[in-house]
């Protein structure tokens, strides 16, 4: 049996992947090193940002750019895996040939089943290794020194702190934290800190840096508990009711009632409406301020499309465009401005002097400069037209401190008394632990109501706590960022004044454990964490082959390459859609996100094996290690299926799939060749699942990067960042620009049939046709199936995203640009029924493919260009003209090709030749001179 074993395991190590697709010329030992070596040379870029690591000093920019090379090395090796996997597909288990062949020999099915597993799983090994090897010659010993940002610490616990006596232990809480060397807080000159506490009634404003105590910050999100108390003072003035509809606040004819039950002030107020974070047609003009030509008329043509109905079981979803409708309808009811309500029935009666919506010229000299929480450059303050209830308002320490006393004790105010009581009522669940108010969250552990803000240059936090009859703000004039977060200090605050041990405010971020135990620990973290993550994507798709092997034998054969095409497509789309480390807030920004991206998880494995976890990694470990777990053993129950249901249905039933009467009518594409040649290619897409893979490989690759240019020049952008995907900008056009010449030159690749290709015996039997009648085939077809599919799709897209007219105008570029690439690619084509250099398993390269990577670095001015001719009608004319009339004399340059003597009809490969020569020597050893010994062969 270990004999039998052996040779198993050898054949199957040796055909792991589908030579139907990358070897069909049955070369696979050179395959597999050419894998290896492809490996190899992606591991050299991979290793890359850990040498730009090697120099760096513990900072929050080195961290980022740890973090981000890590997650970087676990990502790309999950996808490499991932698509390895895919071309794996056919040999992850044992097949027809290996049952029928292996069947009638003495070998168990037992032995046949572990030869597969121990081939599949060396295979899987080989992959990683290959991939990691150069970096592993540098990561672990840069990963080791990097900065690392352990566990919060805590300073003793010392008696609760008095306000009137909090200053000298502030003051000595705040050195440490303001130390250059030490400090968390030290994020350069011009950082301005301003806190106010509040306790009993007394009040104290300490400030730090370049603050006063006559400084201004914009307090972001914090205005959002502004907008909910002003429902409930108008709610307690009869104006409105907590729950009447928004539609019957807004302009008349704004949007139509819904059928069911619709959204009201309450579910704005409480974040539970169901609307997005933020309108679709939110378009900023100036990306530094990107509220302010935001206007009523945008927020109720988006109302008008996106309507009022509320969702069955609405859950909490944060929304800045929510309190932005709230503030706005609100204003409408009242018939005035949201900045004129806000002073007249809240800063008047509370004697805010200092908080406003607009600024007056006075106050706008009282401002602090915002500056950037990264690269800690000056940045422009923010102004919200519509969305104003949002986070619009501008304020001092001073005056939130004299908010909080309000939230503290509401019978000082009795004007406001009874809306600052319904503002505390808690309406509904935000997360276990947590229910949220009319915009004030209360957590259940600490008893406070709290609410955070953030703008691009200024972050805020306040909170107050009614039973201890103590409250308190922090303002900082810096944006989010991973490591100056007002909550943290906020939470000191708090932990002082109730005695508990406070959060130290001595940066977290620390440097490596360098040395040879902290190098062996972070080798070891290295190789499990890609091992472990490598084997979680494999295990994921053998585990869904098993599943599939469920059905009935004919119904598997038919999902199968489907399964595999939809594998190719999620590695892809996943690695280039997940979000990256742009900015330190991410990670907490899209915590619900990052929870669901297996790459995040095992980033936070090694993130806990390499030592130490940040907190907020915590719960990710625990997901790599539950899904492992869960991808182990589903594999393992695959192979039990296989074991005891395929390997007979194997023997038992035909492979061949009858065929369907829906599938077999295909539109014709002209006359009879032509017909014949477009209806030959659609079937051959349709049963060869070489072709099906290679044109998902253009596809999907096109569409990963065309997602990544979308992406990437947003993630430097502050608050418009994630809505800018419905803006008409450069990386949008040029990202389907990319997706239609993807789309072209894979059509043209994927029915380049060789020559062996067993159906292309029709054609050589039938008299050669003219070449203007193949490439006039040949161009029907490109468009019919790449041009036209992949604009009506990028139609769906733009129609529902961009104004009608921007859409239309672009479509009508991009189709230009699709003729122009499929007539390109029509360059000596006149074949049967297509041909190319290019084939799986051979060395040439496809011209076309040199020239798609030449054009993607003009893609960007091209794109640039016609974002220009979009908002200039002469330009956007002569633009068309002139892709007009290069289609036109293309088309005419290959009529006149086609036409020509020397474009005769040919197949892509020549016959071989009837004469082997083969190499044997005389007697003597020496070869005779001019001679050579042939043998004749009947072709």
């Not at 010392?158 to 000298?168: G, H, N």
């Not at 490596?512 to 979680?536: D, E, K, N, P």
Request: with cysteine.
């Amino acid at each position: 049996m270990k004999g039998q074993f052996q040779v198993l395991y050898r054949e199957f190590l040796f055909r792991v992947v589908d030579l139907e697709i990358l070897a069909p010329q049955g070369e696979i030992s050179k395959l597999l090193g050419q894998f290896a070596a492809v490996l190899v040379f992606v591991g050299f870029w991979v290793l890359l940002p850990a040498v730009i690591l090697s120099n760096g000093s513990p900072s929050e920019g080195t961290l980022l750019l740890t973090w981000t090379t890590q997650h970087f090395i676990v990502a790309t090796t999950m996808l490499v895996v991932g698509l390895f996997a895919v071309l794996s597909w056919e040999s992850m288990f044992p097949d027809r040939r290996d049952v029928m062949v292996l069947s009638p020999l003495p070998v168990r099915e037992r032995t046949l089943l572990l030869g597969k597993v121990a081939a599949v799983a060396t295979a899987l090994g080989i992959t990683v290794l290959c991939l990691n090897v150069l970096p592993s010659l540098v990561a672990p010993f840069v990963f080791s020194s990097a900065p690392t940002l352990p566990p919060p610490k805590y300073d003793p616990a010392v008696p609760p702190v008095r306000v009137a006596a909090f200053k000298d232990v502030l003051d000595r809480d705040m050195a440490a934290a303001l130390n250059p060397a030490t400090g968390k807080l030290a994020l350069g000159d011009d950082a301005g800190i301003s806190i106010g506490i509040v306790e009993h009634g007394v009040c104290r404003v300490f400030t730090y840096g370049t603050a006063n105590s006559n400084s201004i910050f914009e307090i972001g999100s914090v205005t959002k508990t502004f907008t909910g108390l002003l429902l409930a003072q108008m709610a307690a003035q009869g104006k409105v009711s907590l729950d009447e509809p928004v539609r019957e606040l807004l302009p008349k004819g704004t949007v139509k009632k819904p059928t069911g039950a619709e959204i009201t002030l309450v579910d704005l107020a409480t974040q539970h409406s169901g609307l997005p974070s933020m309108p679709d047609n939110f378009h900023p003009e100036d990306k530094a301020n990107p509220y302010a030509d935001y206007r009523a008329e945008n927020l109720y043509a988006f109302i008008t499309k996106w309507g009022v109905a509320r969702p069955r079981h609405p859950s909490y979803l944060y929304s800045n465009l929510g309190f932005g409708l709230l503030g706005q309808a609100l204003a409408n009811r009242a018939g005035t401005t949201y900045s004129k309500l806000l002073s007249l029935e809240i800063t008047q009666p509370l004697r805010m002097d200092d908080t406003f919506a607009s600024p007056s010229a006075e106050h706008a000299k009282r401002i602090i400069q915002g500056y950037d929480g990264l690269a800690h450059g000056p940045v422009p303050g923010w102004d919200l037209e519509a969305l104003a209830g949002a986070g619009a308002i501008r304020s001092s320490a001073h005056d939130l401190l004299q908010y909080l006393e309000a939230q503290l004790h509401p019978e000082k105010f009795p004007r406001l008394s009874a809306a600052l009581r319904e503002s505390h009522r808690l309406q509904a669940d935000v997360s276990p632990g947590r229910r949220i108010a009319l915009a004030w969250v209360r957590d259940a552990s600490s008893g406070i109501f709290a609410h955070a803000g953030a703008t691009a240059g200024y972050t805020s936090y306040a909170f107050f706590h009614p039973e201890g009859d103590y409250g308190a703000v922090v303002l900082i004039n810096t944006g989010p960022n991973l490591i100056l977060n007002p909550q943290q200090l906020a939470d000191h605050i708090r932990q002082r004044l109730t005695g508990a041990p406070a959060v130290s405010l001595v940066t977290w971020i620390k440097g490596g454990q360098s040395g040879i135990w902290g190098t062996m620990r972070s080798l070891g973290a290295y190789w499990t964490t890609l091992f472990a993550a490598g084997a979680f994507v494999f295990c994921c798709v053998l585990t869904l082959q098993g599943l599939a092997q469920l059905l009935p034998r004919q119904a598997f054969l038919r999902v199968s390459s489907l399964l595999q095409l939809a594998c190719f497509c999620l590695c892809l789309l996943v690695y280039f859609l997940q979000p990256p480390f742009a900015k330190p807030t991410e990670l907490l920004d899209n915590r619900e996100l990052l929870s669901w991206l297996p790459s995040y998880w095992f980033f936070g494995l090694f993130q806990a094996l390499n030592g130490p976890l940040p907190p907020l990694l915590a719960p990710l470990v625990q997901r790599a290690w539950m899904s492992l777990a869960i991808s182990a053993c589903g594999a393992a129950g695959a192979y039990m299926i296989c074991y005891f249901r395929t390997l007979g249905k194997i023997a038992e039933q035909p492979d061949i799939l009858p065929a369907s009467r829906r599938l077999r009518w295909v539109p014709p594409f002209g006359n009879s060749l032509e017909s014949a040649i477009g209806q030959f290619a659609v079937r051959t897409l349709l049963r060869s699942r070489q072709h099906r893979v290679i044109l998902t490989f253009y596809l999907g690759a096109a569409l990963g990067l065309a997602f990544f240019i979308s992406k990437a020049p947003l993630l430097g952008q502050q608050g418009a960042a994630t809505h800018s995907w419905y803006l008409v900008s450069t990386p949008l056009l040029m990202s389907s620009i990319l997706v239609m010449c993807g789309a072209a030159v894979g059509a043209r690749v994927v029915f380049s049939l060789p020559m062996e290709l067993r159906a292309n015996w029709i054609f050589r039997v039938m008299p050669t046709p003219g070449a203007s009648l193949c490439v006039a085939a040949n161009r029907r077809l490109l468009y019919g199936l790449a041009v036209l599919p992949a604009g009506a799709a990028m139609a769906v897209l733009f129609f529902c995203i961009w104004p009608w007219r921007v859409a239309a105008a672009h479509l009508v570029m991009l189709g230009l640009i699709g003729i122009l690439v499929s007539e390109l690619s029509l360059r000596n084509f006149q074949k049967i029924p297509f041909t190319c250099a290019y084939l799986p398993g051979k060395s040439h390269f496809h011209m076309a493919v040199v020239i798609f990577l030449s054009l993607m670095l003009r893609f960007e001015n091209g794109a640039a260009f016609e974002l220009g001719a979009l908002n200039d009608p002469a330009l956007y004319a002569a633009l068309v003209a002139i892709l007009v009339t290069l289609a036109g004399a293309i088309r005419w340059r290959r009529a006149v090709q086609a036409k020509s003597e020397e474009a005769g009809v040919q197949f892509e490969d020549e016959p071989e030749p009837a004469v082997l020569r083969l190499g044997l020597q005389h007697r003597d050893g020496v070869l005779p001179t001019n001679s050579s010994l042939a043998v004749s062969r009947v072709p």
